[in-house]
């Protein structure tokens, strides 16, 4: 048995799940006047209301308590303090040292960081003005009008979202995206751009990715193959990278590789240089403000009570589904078409950073741990999949996201949004009963069995828990706390089941074994030493048909 269900707060949510089974929210709400206000919390311009969870305030202290008895306020400061709390690789893990700016020391192994990443954000900062004033140009003299930013993991996903989720601060230059190893992926872009206006900006932090490898030797032979010289790969090649010595080998100049650092895990990079596309895409000042906006939620996370602090709550309440109604999934539903790109985005930190199976000992855990996470974009979802969330088998916590000002507010469009956001959290949360199903059936003209069945399909259970977070508008600030604020939740999570949450060794046979596939694919005489399955593959692969 694990400590963790061995924890008196775990025995008592037990009974909380059992006591709550009979629990109806709808009843909840109308029992008590307050339940709104009781759960809600406001932190670095977010605001959280979870009043429509599947929780009463015994529940709520039973959370609040595991997560001390767990000992997450001690594993929180053990990372912000630079502990190598990621034991599997010997690191720290420091996102959060990229945007504070309040210390001026933060040691990692005896040796303060803080300088270094300043000293860092400076010459982001100059490279950018660089490019947008037209100082730095491409070979012939013209200035950037594109970027094409490559990289794949945590090297692309929070780039790319973040700049799309930032597309009304954009400067005028256009960016693309390049991640997966498919070469339309690339070629698709290249046939965009010219090559003579175009900046490449590699990012692989450990630069021995192939995907981006590929990429980037292939648009390199584009560029050359354009007429420009090897000399001239100089003025439109930047690299980000904590593997400096091998971006300089392959052949970046070395004053344009961007350094980073192996106590930034890949899916919390986007602070970093990392995020050097973002700075191209809207301004090293918009970068700052995201910078400073989620400082702002890592100041909560520290400081706030656990009982008003944001992150926390969120992270128990996902562990609560998780472990105690079996849920497994959970949906992040962004009403904001710029901020399409978020459940992408969490799914990727959460699902890399938790999908783990033993504890940091190496044990099997015996509870669930990381939760499917899955979601898409409010409102194209409910004529989708939201059918299943109000009418499926399963329970699915879902999390709405919704700015309250639009930066297109186009005639009564986004009153719509909004009041769709908050109709499918009250619809979940109400659900519809027999009765009610009927009496709207009543009149219609159906005979009596007809109408009994139909309405036993127009049933909605409802009892569907969610949480919804607003915010004035869609910022730079509130962008950045938005993105911290699930890093914390992921980390609340992962503390509290007692697994690493920062490494991922769980990708690493896939890369393997891909090598040995690709061998196979393209020796001379391949020896097909794989299982009869993926030997009769590569024979179809090596005729190019089946
Ligand atoms: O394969 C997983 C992974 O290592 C991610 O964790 C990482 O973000 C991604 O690949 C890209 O890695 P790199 O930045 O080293 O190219």
């Given at each position: ?26 009843q909840a709400f109308a029992d008590d006047p307050q339940r709104a206000e009781r759960y809600t919390v406001r932190a670095a311009g977010l605001m959280l209301d979870y009043a429509k969870n599947r929780i009463d305030q015994p529940t709520l202290d039973a959370l609040l308590a595991l997560a ?76 950037f009008t594109d970027v094409i930013a490559i990289g794949i993991g945590g090297s692309f996903l929070g780039p790319k979202v973040a700049t799309e989720a930032l597309r009304p601060y954009a400067k005028p230059l256009r960016m693309h995206y390049v991640a997966n190893v498919d070469g339309t ?341 391949p020896a097909y030493q794989q299982d009869s399955s993926t030997n009769a593959l590569i024979a179809c692969l090596r005729k190019g048909h089946i």
């Amino acid at each position: 048995m694990s400590t963790l269900t061995q924890l008196p707060a775990w025995q008592q949510l037990s009974q909380c799940r059992a006591r709550l089974e009979q629990q109806s929210l709808r009843q909840a709400f109308a029992d008590d006047p307050q339940r709104a206000e009781r759960y809600t919390v406001r932190a670095a311009g977010l605001m959280l209301d979870y009043a429509k969870n599947r929780i009463d305030q015994p529940t709520l202290d039973a959370l609040l308590a595991l997560a001390e008895q767990g000992g997450l306020p001690q594993l929180r400061d053990a990372m912000f303090a630079g502990e190598a709390i990621n034991n599997t690789e010997g690191r720290a893990v420091l996102h959060t040292a990229l945007r504070n700016r309040q210390r001026d020391s933060i040691l990692v192994e005896g040796e303060n960081v803080v300088p270094e990443v300043r000293a860092t954000l400076a010459k982001m900062k100059g490279f950018v003005e660089q490019i947008h004033n037209g100082e730095r140009t491409g070979y012939t003299g013209q200035a950037f009008t594109d970027v094409i930013a490559i990289g794949i993991g945590g090297s692309f996903l929070g780039p790319k979202v973040a700049t799309e989720a930032l597309r009304p601060y954009a400067k005028p230059l256009r960016m693309h995206y390049v991640a997966n190893v498919d070469g339309t992926a690339l070629a698709e872009k290249l046939k965009k751009v010219d090559p003579a206006t175009t900046l490449v900006v590699m990012s692989s932090k450990s630069f021995t990715t192939q995907e981006t490898l590929a990429n980037t030797e292939s648009t390199r032979d584009w560029f050359l193959a354009s007429g420009a010289s090897q000399a001239d790969v100089a003025k439109h090649f930047v690299a980000v990278s904590s593997n400096v010595p091998a971006a300089v080998a392959f052949g970046i100049d070395a004053d344009n590789v961007f350094p980073m650092w192996d106590w930034v895990g890949g899916r919390y990079s986007l602070w970093s240089a990392i995020g050097l596309p973002i700075a191209l895409a809207v301004g090293f000042d918009h970068f700052e403000q995201l910078l400073a906006g989620a400082e702002a939620m890592d100041r909560h996370f520290c400081e706030a009570p656990l009982e008003q602090n944001m992150p926390v709550l969120m992270g128990l309440l996902a562990l609560w589904y998780d472990n105690f109604f079996d849920a497994q999934s959970q949906v992040i539903l962004s009403y904001d078409h710029y901020l399409r790109g978020l459940p992408a985005y969490v799914q990727q930190l959460d699902m890399e950073s938790n999908g783990k199976g033993v504890d940091k000992e190496g044990n099997p855990v015996d509870y669930r741990t990381g939760p499917v996470i899955w979601g898409g974009e409010g409102t194209n979802g409910q004529h989708a999949y939201h059918q299943l969330l109000h009418q499926g088998t399963a329970l699915i916590p879902a999390d709405f996201i919704l700015p309250l000002n639009s930066h297109n507010p186009l005639g009564r469009h986004h009153n719509m949004l909004a009041a769709n956001c908050l109709a499918q959290a009250q619809a979940l949360m109400q659900g519809k009963t027999l009765e009610e199903a009927k009496a709207e059936l009543a009149g219609k003209g159906l005979s009596e069995t007809e109408l009994d069945t139909l309405a036993k399909h127009k049933v909605m259970p409802g009892n569907r828990p969610s949480n919804t977070l607003l915010m004035d508008q869609l910022t730079p600030a509130t962008l950045g706390a938005l993105i911290a604020l699930y890093e914390h939740r992921t980390f609340v999570q992962g503390a509290l089941w007692g697994i690493n949450s920062f490494d991922q060794w769980g990708v690493e046979l896939g890369k393997v074994l891909g090598n040995a596939v690709l061998a196979e694919i393209e020796a001379e005489n391949p020896a097909y030493q794989q299982d009869s399955s993926t030997n009769a593959l590569i024979a179809c692969l090596r005729k190019g048909h089946i």
